[in-house]
């Protein structure tokens, strides 16, 4: 494996690949703990003391989808093991900006480069529960998807609990596939879609059915109704929300040379993402990202001529602002700018709630708005949005970034919306209760597995394989219960 990737980086054009560095630094370092579990277990369950879980995600973006998914998966955790016997961490970018989430989980601060830290700190825990939603893909950033195998072949290379929870997979870079099949073998790999599950069965990774996990968030309709009349909202006009991103600056990659001209002179600031990591940047990238938002543009000013609906422009991300912005100019109305860098998740899912219609190139916002019904349709740049589309039997309401067409089309979709508003929300009701059930079963699943690996923990009976699927899944959110008290 090691001899492999040190082939990649010799040829690679240019004098390093950091990425591939990267991974070749994270596989040496998983062989090592292999070697180090021999002689130094780590940290082993005991009965009477809680059961120490570190999730491991890329939490600190202000990613609201990101960011409700694992609030979720956390609560169904607590749910299934109790507080007296969860003791749950999770990595964090940036706590600052994750200071208010994940309450009761110990935040920890994730270096930008991992490997030696994730090393130390799975070392300390009893297993690890990779949170990641994009976890097996190499579109958005290759050492995305190597701190999800990271964590996951560590804590598997010492025996210890190793699941991945609700991600997905997608298309991979072949060094990638290689720590994927190499590492994730002795993994619990529960994807949130069949066809995350046939792309690792190709690898040789055996896979659970599942879900994602933010089918169960509550919020209270009043703090969407609240901040859209701040907003401008008479009342009475239909909310269209729309949620665009650029499709085209991905992935980002690790840049030297970039990043010293960040750091000396403040160069490249608008395409820089973190540390030395940069969005891909060009003229042409700028002209496609030019039409995309232009063709959005045009099929909802065409929209909104037609209905007088009040549009809201979404950024479900704070990276998401650039895009927001440059859409934002292009409508013939007035359009207010929701973006998280501003709000929490509260606020970003419950006007999403509000909403007549959602139009979106976030995953997120399409699943964060359907528990409400609401008629949505996904302009996409891989396979997240045409999955859930697929699972809702609606594959039609799925248009692509790069469509020559996509004005026409935008518009075609937002008046089949409303044209036939109680077929697609009675569609999107259906597809959420099977997917409530998926996210119950994940939790007998993950019982069981649990079970196994440690016969000695003191479950509740009822919850298991055995069990009602319904039974596994958080309760009301405490937040959501002061809310409308």
Known sequence: ??????????????????????????????????????????????PGEPLRLLFVGYAGSRNTGADVRVEEMVRQFRHLLGDDLAELSILTIDPARTRNYFRTV??????????????????????????????????????????????LGLAAAENKIAVAYGGEAGRMDPSVEAMVRRYCRD????????????????????????????????????????????????????????????????????????????????????????????????AEIRRSQDRYLSALAGGVNAFVERTGAFVVVVGMEMLDRYAAEALEPKLHRRAPLLVSDDHDHDVMVSVLRNSSYVLSSRYHALVCSMPAGVPSAGVTMDERIPNLMADRGSPELALRVDDPELEERVLDVLLRLRDHRDEVAAGIRKCVDANLVRMGQMGMTLVDHLRELHPDLPIDARFGGHGDPLEHLPGRRLGAERASA
């Open 1 to 46: 494996m090691l001899g492999r990737l040190r082939e990649l980086i010799r040829e690679n054009v240019g004098p390093i690949d950091t990425d591939l560095a990267l991974q070749a630094s994270m596989a040496g370092l998983i062989e090592a703990a292999a070697t180090r579990y021999a002689v130094d277990p780590g940290a082993r369950w005991k």
């Open 187 to 282: 993994a619990l790999v529960i994807p949130r879609n069949v066809e995350s599950e046939q792309i690792l069965g190709r690898l040789g990774v055996t896979t659970r059915p599942g879900t994602d996990t933010a089918w169960t968030y509550e919020v209270d309709p009043a703090i969407g109704r609240a901040t859209l009349e701040r907003l401008g909202w008479d009342g009475r006009a239909p909310v269209l929300s729309v949620c665009p991103i650029n499709p085209f600056w991905w992935p980002v990659k690790p840049d030297l040379l970039k990043g010293a001209g960040w750091a000396l002179a403040g160069a490249f600031e608008r395409e820089h993402y973190r540390s030395v990591y940069f969005h891909a940047s060009s």
């Open 106 to 151: 110990r935040q920890l601060t994730l270096p930008p480069v991992f490997p030696k830290y994730l090393f130390d700190a799975v070392h300390q825990q009893h297993g690890v529960i990779a949170c990641e939603g994009s976890m097996f893909k190499s579109k958005f950033a290759n050492a995305l998807t190597t701190l999800m195998i990271g964590g």
